[in-house]
């Protein structure tokens, strides 16, 4: 069964670095999607991703962050100058779109766990 | 932000018993409604979904029922299985769909099945 993947599984960094995130969505998937889960709160949104440009994103989405779809295939998350409170875990989701069976339904990745030191 | 809210932090259930996961939301504009299953560590897997315009989805050993004017939806689970021992989170689709139809989650509902 096609499933989303991301890498790395965890990422430990220091205040003020760059990180990278890297999902790989369902193939045929045309929607994407970041949420993100710090230690013990909901899962949140970040931002949605359709047809190579930011469809919605959320008051966490500052100009810290931005993402990208390089290649067919990739979708990355980029934290520019991280800080403490970015340490959370991170989903990467995928979904079909409309017009399709089970348009709504988004499909999530195992997470990347961030820590900030 | 409390659209989505699970006030049931926890259930407890004996195996081959039912489980009956509850979730309340505040805005009439949802029109879509996930469930999701999470391990520790993993990300949340898709369970099940209803549509606004529906008041029950089944499949298997999973339902989940709507009552709109209550703004509340449930999950049961018959027979509960020792599998079945996870956080369960309660989702809804906000945002129009050519925004992305972005998920806001519930705090989750961690569920305990005994053997």
């Known amino acids: 069964e096609p499933e989303v993947t991301q890498t790395p599984s965890h990422q430990v960094t220091q205040m003020g670095q760059e990180v990278i995130l890297r999902c790989v969505p369902i193939s045929n998937h045309l929607y994407f999607y970041w949420y993100r889960q710090i230690l013990g709160q909901k899962v949140e949104f970040l931002v949605s991703?359709?047809?190579?440009?930011?469809?919605?994103k959320s008051e966490i989405f500052d100009d810290q962050f931005s993402v990208e779809r390089p290649d067919g295939s990739n979708f990355t998350l980029k934290i520019r100058s991280t800080k403490l409170e970015d340490s959370a875990m991170y989903f990467c989701?995928?979904?079909?779109?409309?017009?399709?069976?089970?348009?709504?339904?988004?499909?999530f990745g195992p997470g990347t766990r961030l820590t900030v030191t | 932000d409390q659209q989505v809210k699970q006030n049931s932090p926890s259930l407890s259930v004996q195996e081959g018993r039912i489980s009956i996961l509850n979730c309340d939301y505040t805005n009439s504009m949802f029109d879509y409604f996930l469930w999701y299953k999470k391990y520790p560590a993993e990300g949340p897997t898709f369970l099940i979904s209803?549509?606004?315009?529906?008041d029950k989805n089944e499949d298997g050993r999973f339902t989940v029922f709507l009552n709109k004017s209550a703004k509340h939806l449930s999950l049961h689970i018959v027979p509960s299985q020792p599998g079945d021992s996870a956080v369960y989170f309660c989702?809804?689709?906000?945002?129009?769909?050519?925004?992305?139809?972005?998920?806001?989650f519930g705090q989750g509902t961690e569920l305990s099945v005994k053997p």
């Open positions: 989701a995928s979904n079909a779109g409309q017009g399709v069976l089970k348009a709504y339904e988004q499909y």
């Open positions: 991703f359709y047809n190579n440009e930011i469809s919605e």
């Open positions: 989702a809804a689709r906000g945002g129009f769909y050519n925004q992305g139809g972005k998920l806001i």
């Open positions: 209803i549509s606004s315009i529906k």
